[in-house]
């Protein structure tokens, strides 16, 4: 069965305190991974795909990378307006799965 | 501006009643997904479509329905035999089925109580 594992739970970070999310992943034949951030009470926004190992995408202060077991979502000085929840979704032959999400918190 | 529009935002439903969730996209996408999210759970899909007129249940399809009659419109019907349907319920859409790599786009939710 596809599994999707993502920690930690939740992160407090400071502002411009750097860190990453994990999402480890167990499928077969993955055609690829996405994140998408999610606010409270709203719909989840699309971020980034990932398709092979050693992939990695860029978009203002975060950076996905992707391997042959997991993936990292790397903020980089974060800010307040950051603070959201993250999911990765990993896309196989037969459907899409979700993890449960990283609840990320930037503090002043 | 292009996107999915989900109706109404807020849907309090009797015990015994069944509710209809509007999703409509003008992305010219040929997939839309529903899913039902909880928390502390993933998102966990209901049903999807790929073409129009025709659909698939997911993983959790048993109390719901849906209809795809036109490309861009995606109901989704919650009976009265789903017996837990408080939750968030997000519509998506993508251009081709995301088993082919294609990343999918949401709607802003419909928040569905049973009072």
């Known amino acids: 069965e596809d599994q999707v594992t993502q920690s930690p739970e939740a992160l407090r970070l400071q502002e411009g305190e750097s860190s990453s999310l994990n999402c480890s992943y167990t499928v077969s034949g993955l055609r690829g991974l996405f994140w998408y951030r999610q606010d409270p009470g709203k719909g989840p926004e699309f971020l980034f795909t990932?398709?092979?190992a050693g992939e990695e995408k860029e978009k203002e202060r975060l950076k996905a990378t992707l391997t042959k077991k997991e993936s990292f979502l790397h903020i980089t000085a974060p800010k307040p307006e950051d603070s959201a929840t993250y999911l990765c979704?990993?896309?196989?032959?037969?459907?899409?799965?979700f993890g449960t999400g990283t609840r990320l918190q930037v503090t002043l | 501006d292009g996107g999915i529009t989900q109706s109404p935002k807020y849907l309090f439903r009797k015990e015994g009643q069944n509710v209809t969730l509007s999703c409509e996209q003008n992305l010219n996408h040929d997939a839309m997904y529903w899913y039902r999210q909880d928390p502390g759970q993933g998102l966990r899909l209901i049903y999807y479509s790929q073409i129009v007129n025709d659909f698939q249940k997911g993983d959790i399809a048993e109390g719901y329905s849906v209809s795809r009659e036109k490309k861009e419109s995606f109901p989704l019907t919650v009976t009265s035999a789903q017996k837990n349907p408080t939750a968030f319920y997000l519509c998506?859409?993508?251009?081709?089925?995301?088993?082919?790599?294609?990343?999918?786009?949401f709607g802003q939710g419909t928040r569905l109580t049973v009072v």
């Open positions: 990932l398709y092979s």
């Open positions: 998506a859409s993508s251009v081709r089925p995301m088993a082919e790599g294609y990343e999918a786009f």
């Open positions: 979704a990993v896309d196989t032959a037969s459907k899409l799965t």
